[in-house]
Nanobody, 123 residues
Framework: QLQLVESGGGLVQPGGSLRLSCTAS????????IGWFRQAPGKEREGVSC????????SYADSVKGRFTISRDNAKNTVYLQMNSLKPEDTAVYYC????????????????WGQGTQVTVSS
């Protein structure tokens, strides 16, 4: 079965950190651009970050620049999202998705999606 699985979510206090992982089973991520997206209750889904298949290109939403870092380890078939200085407004379900091209990831066009992991930032 081809699927993406997100992990690493949880409850954290404002200012804290979490590292999300996106792992593929049944296929390799090394030829895919991978993106992280989030959706808060009552809000539209938004793009958080994308990384190209080689890792040479990355993009970030303005709201997370300087706080979040995307990276990948193709040997482990995993992409990470390191989230620092978390704010209550970062609370959302975070999804990862695999896209054939970096541009499609940035455009949130298509892709193979995981089920999501909940991130809650609250004191």
């Amino acid at each position: 079965q081809l699927q993406l699985v997100e992990s690493g979510g949880g409850l954290v206090q404002p200012g804290g950190s979490l590292r999300l992982s996106c792992t593929a089973s049944g296929f390799t991520l090394e030829n895919s651009a991978i993106g992280w997206f989030r959706q808060a209750p009552g809000k539209e889904r938004e793009g958080v970050s994308c990384i190209s298949s080689s890792g040479g290109s990355t993009s970030y939403a303005d709201s997370v620049k300087g706080r979040f870092t995307i990276s990948r380890d193709n040997a482990k078939n995993t992409v990470y999202l390191q989230m620092n200085s978390l704010k209550p407004e970062d609370t959302a379900v975070y999804y990862c998705a695999a896209h054939p091209l970096f541009g499609l990831c940035v455009a949130q066009n298509g892709g193979r999606w995981g089920q999501g992991t909940q991130v809650t930032v609250s004191s």
